[in-house]
């Protein structure tokens, strides 16, 4: 079953089973989609509503905009999963002899490639959905903007997860060249969303607070 039709309970007991999937890197991606549902909440309040009309045309193409994202993330979940399933397979393999030890370093690189690119591909997509609640909370409702608050927390914290299943697997690169490359754009990706998400989390604060 893909992990973004299970019912929530189910997909809890299996987050905490023994089992490698899900793990860090789905729960990633489900908490960047709930972060994103949220922002499109602050949209749905926000539509139609007289006291918003200067952003009306600007609300309706973000919550487009914000479903198809949410739906991306989503996938994430099982992309994260089956790009990890040959570096799970590569552990496997025999290293008795030369040639197998050439074999399993050979399987090992591109496998690590393979599950380094999945949470590299979530973290610019969770950075899309930061950049869009870092707007929404400008043109949304002022009732739900603690909403557009959580959301861009979770993204943040879905954020710093992705990028730790990208340095886990960088790390045990053999091509230092390539895993310092991946690493970089990486960091990059992270400090663009907590310079953007800390600043509209303050912002929503100081406006709830008054």
């Avoid at 299970?6 to 299996?14: A, G, L, P, S, T």
Wanted: glycine share 8%.
């Amino acid at each position: 079953m893909e992990m973004q039709t299970m019912v929530i309970d189910d997909f809890i007991k299996e987050l905490s089973s023994k089992a490698s999937v899900p793990g860090g890197g789905g729960a990633s991606g489900l908490v960047a989609a709930i972060g994103m549902s949220l922002g499109n909440m602050v949209l749905a309040l926000t539509d139609g509503k007289k006291k918003y009309a200067q952003y009306q045309e600007e609300v309706e193409a973000t919550i487009k905009e914000a479903d198809a994202l949410t739906k991306e993330l989503l996938l994430c979940m099982d992309k994260d999963a089956k790009a990890f399933e040959p570096l799970s397979k590569a552990y496997g393999l025999k290293k008795d002899t030369p040639e197998e030890i050439e074999h399993r370093d050979k399987v090992m690189a591109e496998a690590l490639l393979v599950a380094t690119n999945a949470p590299l591909d979530m973290m610019e997509l969770i950075l899309k959905a930061i950049k869009m609640i870092e707007r929404i909370a400008v043109i949304g409702s002022r009732l739900a903007l603690s909403d557009a608050g959580v959301g861009i927390a979770m993204c943040k914290a879905a954020m710093e997860g992705a990028s730790l299943n990208v340095f886990i697997n960088t790390k045990l690169m053999k091509d230092r060249e390539l895993a310092k490359s991946l690493d970089a754009k990486a960091e990059g990706y992270l400090k663009e969303a907590r310079e953007i998400a800390d600043k509209t989390f303050e912002e929503v604060v100081k406006a709830i607070k008054g």
